[in-house]
């Protein structure tokens, strides 16, 4: 048999909100995978933890964080090609909009309106940049939108990851961070999480940057353009989940034996496929001219690369982004039309009789809390000979399964395993 693993990013409001997107969604075709399922609830990391999406996907591809995880950095350097040796720090960074002075956060994602292109040309005005007295150097890359990464390197001495956030919205737990449901806005300085040296000069290195960065950005050319017709501007990097070495991971083909490729938009989870040994099938949202050519795309990538691999894990973007803006209807209009373009074009060509469909996602995301949340997500394993029939695949159907609630997300993929070897069919 087959199986394909699709994550939807964020579709889940979990259970403290009136309104839930995935019950209130017109989805035919993902509903019509619930007719015939086993279904249930997932931590994806564990009750009490509102996880972000790098820690949270590692989880669901059957590796436990408490063992795995060396924080978001790591993976985000691997993701955006960006070189990245042990001892060295990676951190997760978002361009910004602040007062200059006060370094008051006035939006933490540039009105999600900076261009990839601008974010290019802001990052090469940081990458380069000398700290320390000129005995460690910043390297810089931005990704997608206002996202970006950069690695410290200093030529003396090892770095440490035991650093706090400059982004305010998310607090660091060992390796973990969590996302606040409040919090000052205001950018906040690293502070060493204990009390070594390295640490020390860790936070003391992301400090500099993070203050030679607001001098650096505020002048730049690309944004007095955007102040000149009423934009943001980008003038600051948020950081977050530093990362002093690569994850110590088997291959995911030695763990589970099955061949894997990921479908995925971001660099995180490239950089996760990669330390995990997994084939990818990078898609580039830059060039589609469409979120429905985008999603078409990946269904038809899922069918290819079924021929070639045992599994393919698919995650999905949309959801989330409406769900931290407090926009129901947004989050509504994602899921269908992750329902339309990509559920519709895979299960028509699709052989649902040799393949596991699992449905879920990476973490709630309510649209009331406009933050990731601890709530369980909606878990659902599809395929015509298994015996649940549900009328729609939501947070409310799901409790009810047989599943169960699941406890951690690094479960679920044996118990799908175990599954489809018993759906499979007798040969001879």
């Known amino acids: 048999m087959k199986l394909v693993y699709v994550v939807l990013d964020g579709a889940s409001d979990g259970f403290s909100v009136s309104a839930r997107a995935l019950e209130l969604s017109h989805k035919p075709s993902i509903d019509s995978l619930a007719s015939h399922c086993l279904c249930g609830l997932m931590y994806p990391i564990g009750p009490g933890v509102a996880p972000e999406s790098d820690v949270a996907v590692l989880s669901l591809l059957g590796y436990e964080p408490d063992r795995y995880y060396t924080g978001r950095g790591p993976l985000e350097a691997l993701g955006a090609g960006v070189h990245f040796s042990d001892g ?35 990052a090469r005005a940081l990458d380069g940049l000398k700290l320390g007295g000129g005995r460690a150097e ?9 996202r970006g990464v950069l690695v410290i390197r200093h030529l003396d001495y090892r770095l440490s990851a035991m650093i706090s956030n400059t982004d305010p919205a998310y607090e ?39 203050v030679k960065a607001v001098e650096v950005l505020e002048e730049h050319p690309v944004n007095k353009a955007r102040e000149r017709s009423g934009k943001l501007k980008a003038n600051a990097v948020l950081l977050r989940d530093a990362g002093d070495r690569r994850p110590p991971t088997e291959p995911i083909e030695e763990r589970f034996g099955l061949k894997f490729t990921c479908i995925a938009e971001m660099p995180v989870e490239v950089g996760i496929a990669r330390a995990l040994g997994v084939k990818v099938a990078e898609v580039n949202v830059e060039e589609a001219r469409s979120r429905r050519e985008l999603l078409e795309l990946e269904a038809r990538l899922t069918v290819r690369e079924l021929e070639e691999s045992d599994a393919v894990y698919v995650h999905l973007k949309g959801p989330d982004e409406p769900g931290h803006d407090g926009d129901l209807e947004g989050k509504i209009k994602a899921i269908e039309d992750i329902d339309r373009y990509y559920f519709k074009t895979l299960l028509d060509k699709l ?7 699992i449905v879920t996602s990476d973490h709630s995301t309510p649209w009331s809390l406009k933050a990731h949340s601890e709530d369980p997500v909606p878990v659902m394993l599809s395929n015509p000979r298994l015996p649940e029939k549900k009328r729609s695949f939501n947070e409310i159907e799901c409790k009810q399964g047989t599943l169960g609630v699941i406890e951690a997300g690094y479960k679920l993929l044996p118990i799908a395993i175990k599954t489809m070897k018993t759906l499979q069919k007798p040969t001879g």
Not at 351 to 357: I, P, R, S
């Open 88 to 122: 060295w720090l990676a951190l997760r960074a978002n361009f910004a909009t602040v007062d200059p002075v006060s370094l008051r956060i006035i939006d933490r994602r540039v009105g999600r309106g900076l261009g990839s292109w601008e974010a290019r040309e802001l």
């Open 138 to 146: 910043a390297y810089f890359k931005a990704t997608i939108s206002h």
């Open 172 to 210: 660091r737990r060992g390796f973990i961070s969590v996302a606040l449901p409040s919090y000052e806005p205001y950018v906040r300085k690293a502070e060493p999480l204990v009390d070594t040296f390295e640490a020390r000069l860790s936070a003391e290195l992301v400090n500099e940057f993070t």
């Open 351 to 357: 052989d649902l009789e040799e393949t596991l469909v």
